[in-house]
C-alpha cells in the first residue's frame, strides 16, 4: 500500500495532474487525492501546494520526489527484472512524439509490437517537440520521437532513420517533369518553406547557400500538411522529406521529384533521460523501432512541427497496463548530436 502511494504521488508530480495520475494507476482522482493527502498526514508536512494553480511542490515535497522517484523506479526494475527472467514483456513504455510521425506509422509499429509481446502496453502521445524534450526530462514519457535529435545534460539520443528531402511540386510544374534535379534548378524558384527557426530550415539554407542558389520564400510554417496544402494549390514548390509526400503522390495531387545530390537528409532519432533504467518493455519497443523504421523507411517526425488541424494538445493510444522500468545495453550504441 504504501508503494503504491509513492507511485501514485510521483505520477501526480510528473504528470502535474491528479486526474491522469489517477487513470495511470486505475483509481478515482479522489483515491490519488487521499493516498497523497496519507503520506502527507504520515509525515506531518504539505507535499504539495494546492492552493496554487497549477499546483506546485513545496520544498519539502521537491526533497520527497526525488528520494521517491528513485525509489519506484529501483522497485519496479526489480520487478520487471524478475518478470522478464520469464521472457515475459508485460510492462508499459510512453512514447512522446512529434506529429509527423505519422498516427498510421506509429498503429504499424504498435501494432506488430503487441504482437510479439501481447501483454505489454504503449502510450502514445503526440506533441510540440519543445514538449517531446520536457516530458522526457520530466519523466512523464520514457522515450521520445523527434528530428534532429540533440543530446544534452540530462538527455541521450540515439539514432532511428535518416529520410531524403526531394522536391515536392504540383504535377504541372516544368521541375515535376524531372528524373531528377539539382540545388541548382531551385535557382529563383518560388518557394513554400519552413520557419526559420527550425533546425530543418537551417539546414535547408545551409545548403542552399553552400551552392550559391537563391529562392523568393512566398510562405513559411511550421507544418508539413500546410506546407503541402500550399504547393498544391500552386503558392510554390518545397522541399520536403520523402516519406511525408507519399501519399498525396499516390493520390496524384503532388509530385515528388529526387534530388541528385545526398547533402540533405532529415535524420530522426530517440532520445531518453540520463540514468533513466528503461524497463524491457520500452528497450524491447526501442528495438522494434530501429527495426522495423528501417525496413519501413515511411513516415517521420519533423522538428517543431505541429497538426494542421486544432487538437487538445497531444494524441493518446494505449492499452490497460502498468508501468515497469529496467536498463538495457542496446542504448550505449550508436549514440548521436545533431543540432
Not at 528531402?165 to 518560388?190: A, K, N, W, Y
Not at 528497450?283 to 522538428?303: H, N, P, Q, T, Y
Amino acid at each position: 500500500m504504501q508503494l503504491k502511494a509513492l507511485k501514485v504521488f510521483c505520477d501526480v508530480v510528473q504528470q502535474r495532474s491528479f486526474s491522469r495520475a489517477a487513470d495511470d494507476n486505475g483509481i478515482s482522482q479522489s483515491g490519488a487525492s487521499q493516498l497523497v493527502q496519507q503520506l502527507e498526514d504520515q509525515l506531518s508536512v504539505r507535499l504539495i501546494d494546492r492552493s496554487k494553480r497549477p499546483f506546485v511542490l513545496t520544498p519539502e515535497g521537491e526533497i520527497y520526489y526525488n528520494g521517491c522517484r528513485e525509489l519506484v523506479q529501483r522497485y519496479f526494475a526489480l520487478e520487471d527484472k524478475v518478470r522478464t527472467m520469464h521472457q515475459e514483456v508485460i510492462g508499459r513504455v510512453r512514447v512522446a512524439s512529434i506529429y509527423s510521425v505519422g498516427l498510421h506509422l506509429m498503429s504499424s509499429f504498435i501494432t506488430t509490437f503487441y504482437k510479439q509481446y501481447p501483454k505489454a502496453n504503449v502510450r502514445l502521445e503526440y506533441l510540440h517537440p519543445d514538449r517531446v524534450y520536457e516530458s522526457v526530462e520530466s519523466d512523464v514519457a520514457d522515450i521520445g520521437l523527434v528530428s534532429y535529435p540533440k543530446s544534452s545534460r540530462t538527455l541521450e539520443a540515439v539514432p532511428w532513420r535518416e529520410e531524403p528531402m526531394v522536391l515536392v511540386c504540383q504535377p504541372t510544374h516544368p521541375l515535376g517533369q524531372r528524373e531528377t534535379v539539382s540545388i541548382e534548378d531551385l535557382d529563383g524558384s518560388e518557394m513554400v518553406g519552413f520557419d526559420d527557426d527550425l533546425s530543418i530550415r537551417r539546414e535547408i539554407d545551409r545548403v542552399l547557400h553552400q551552392h550559391g542558389v537563391t529562392v523568393d520564400v512566398k510562405l513559411a510554417f511550421d507544418n508539413i500538411e500546410t506546407i503541402k496544402r500550399a504547393v498544391e494549390v500552386g503558392i510554390g514548390v518545397s522541399l520536403l522529406p520523402e516519406p511525408t509526400v507519399r501519399r498525396e503522390v499516390e493520390a496524384g495531387t503532388l509530385k515528388a521529384v529526387p534530388l541528385d545530390t545526398s547533402e540533405l537528409i532529415r535524420p530522426l532519432g530517440i532520445i531518453y533521460r540520463k540514468g533513466k533504467e528503461l524497463s524491457s518493455t520500452a528497450v524491447r519497443f526501442i528495438e522494434l523501432l530501429r527495426r522495423e523504421g528501417a525496413v519501413a523507411g515511411s513516415g517521420g517526425a519533423v522538428e517543431d512541427e505541429r497538426p494542421s488541424e486544432p487538437s487538445n494538445g497531444h494524441v493518446a493510444h494505449e492499452r490497460n497496463g502498468a508501468a515497469r522500468n529496467g536498463k538495457h545495453p542496446v542504448l550505449a550504441a550508436g549514440k548521436t548530436s545533431h543540432s
